[in-house]
Structure formats: C-alpha cells, structure tokens
C-alpha cells in the first residue's frame, strides 16, 4: 500500500512544462537587462532545457533591447508575436487590434526563430461569434499560429518587492527567498494542474513568467524542482504546434465554471491566463509567512 501510494504521489507530481517569458524588454533594474537576459539563456543551455518561449511586443523594440531580443533568437528560443502597442485598456476594436498584430508580424518576420506563433488577448463579447472566434480565424486565414498560456504566478510583484528592499539597501536572505519563490511556483503548478484534469487531463501546461532579476536567480531551482519530482520541460513547439486549446481549461471566475469542467461540459470561454496564488496581499502574506522582506 505504501508503495502504491508513493506510485500516485509520483504521477500527481509529473509535470509537462512549457516554460514562456513575458516583459523581455523591461528596464535594468539591480541587474542589467541585458546581462538578465544572459543569464537566463546561459541556465538554459547548462541545464539542457532546451528552448522556450519569448513574448514580444514590437513597439518597444529599441537599439538597446532589440540585442536582447537578438540573443534569444541566435540561442534557438521562439519568438511569439504579443502585439504591437495595442493597450486592452482602451475600447476593444478588433479591426486595429488585427491591424496591431499584422505590425508585430511584419516586424517580427526579420528574426529565424520567430515562426507566425501569435498570443492572442482576451476580447470577450456576448454577440453569437465571439471576437475571440473571428481572432482565431483572422490568425488562421494569415497562416499565424495561436498560442495559449494555462498560468501566470505573482512572481512580477515578489520581483517588486525585491527591488524595493533592495533600493532600501535592506538585507534579503536570498537563499530562503530562492525556496520560496521556487515553493510557491512548484505548488501553483500542481494546484493548476488538479484543475485542468477534468478537462484537458495531463495536457502540458505553459507557465508564463516575468523575465526579472527573480528569474534570471532562481530559474535553476524551479527547473530542478519539476524535473525531480518526473516532470519535464518541454520544447513549445512541440505544444504550441498542436491544434489550440482554450488556455483556461477551469475557470473559478464565473459561476458553476468548476461545475462544469466537472461535468465534462463545454469550458467558460474566459481566455486570460489564470493568476494562481491570490493579489497583492496574498503575495504579501506568502511573504510574512516565510519571514522575508520585511
């Protein structure tokens, strides 16, 4: 009995990851941007990881951080066109949000890795095709390949913590800082994974993360954390290639989503990757819990 129960520990644990990477072109911070983006590319290769994932809005490419984007694509990394400047802040217009993406593309055509992958934003409507829909047949009828991400941590605002303790010249006990930040990753993953199963099984999940000082750090830790308990990191062209999927496969924003993921039924469209880990102040509390940046 014990050993069967270690057996189902085991598979709970294994996890197929697509690792992707959003806010490449962010201002330095306590790390230059680009030694930041070195690093990152230099755990990659020593870990044998393979490629992943890079977000690109075009708009703010500039002489500075259009090396960075350079250095993932000569490192064999996928480009994926995130937009040109279009903001969802501002009314949704499908025509220039089509248009948006049509400039990323054109601009993002210069680089070898970067092949026609698109994410998609969320235009949610109540009409009988939903923008989402006509999204999907814009990107197929220009040959551009969608792409979803299953979840996104709060590993930006662990990042903004950081920065102000450090900026405030406090003491950050960086190894305990490493545990936790890999901690909360790791069990995320393995919540999520719970709530995908009713309806996309063991289906690989793509976990989006913030190119920041946090991650060019502990990258390390969490790739060996998946990897020692069975799980893989895949390749995201060997996911993203795949017909598209809905990158929410639970939603628990809207009422009886769970329920019916439960009951095999058609999923919530709801197409915005899923924050697991609560805001802000749950982030905080995380912290206080594991005694850090106060």
């Keep these: 009995m014990a050993s069967s129960l270690i057996g ?55 002489a500075k951080t259009r090396g960075r984007i350079s250095l993932y694509d000569n ?14 802040l501002s009314r949704p217009d499908l025509y220039r949000y089509q248009a948006d993406l049509l400039i990323a593309d054109r601009q993002l055509r210069r680089y070898k890795n970067y092949m026609g992958h698109v994410h998609l934003a969320n235009f949610e409507t109540t009409e009988a095709k939903s923008y989402r829909e006509r999204l999907l047949d814009f990107a197929h009828d220009r040959g551009l390949v969608p792409v979803a991400v299953s979840i996104r941590v709060q590993d930006a605002y662990l990042n903004r913590r950081y920065q102000q303790q450090v900026n405030r010249h406090r003491r950050v006990d960086i190894a305990a800082l ?25 289906a690989p999940l793509v976990l989006l993360l913030e190119e920041n000082d946090l991650t060019a750090y502990f990258l390390p830790g969490l790739i060996d954390r998946i990897r020692d308990n069975g799980g893989r990191i895949l390749a995201p062209q060997t996911v993203f290639n795949r017909p598209f999927i809905t990158s929410v496969p639970v939603n628990p924003h809207t009422a009886g989503g769970y329920v019916a993921a439960l009951g095999l039924a058609v999923p919530p469209r709801l197409q915005a990757p899923y924050i697991i880990g609560g805001d802000k102040p749950w982030a905080d509390q995380f912290l206080l819990r594991h005694g850090l940046l106060q």
């Design 8 to 62: 189902l520990s085991l598979q709970a644990s294994a996890l197929d990851v697509v690792l992707a990477f959003t806010q490449v072109q962010a201002p330095s911070t306590s790390l230059d941007g680009t030694a930041r983006t070195q690093m990152i590319i230099n755990h990659l290769r020593r870990l044998d990881a393979g490629p992943v994932a890079i977000f690109v809005r075009t708009h703010e490419l500039t």
């Design 75 to 88: 490192a064999g990394h996928l480009l994926v066109n995130n937009g040109h400047r279009y903001h969802l």
């Design 178 to 202: 490493q545990d936790a930040y890999v901690d909360m990753i790791w069990q995320e993953l393995l919540y999520y994974q719970k709530l995908a199963m009713p309806t996309h099984g063991r």
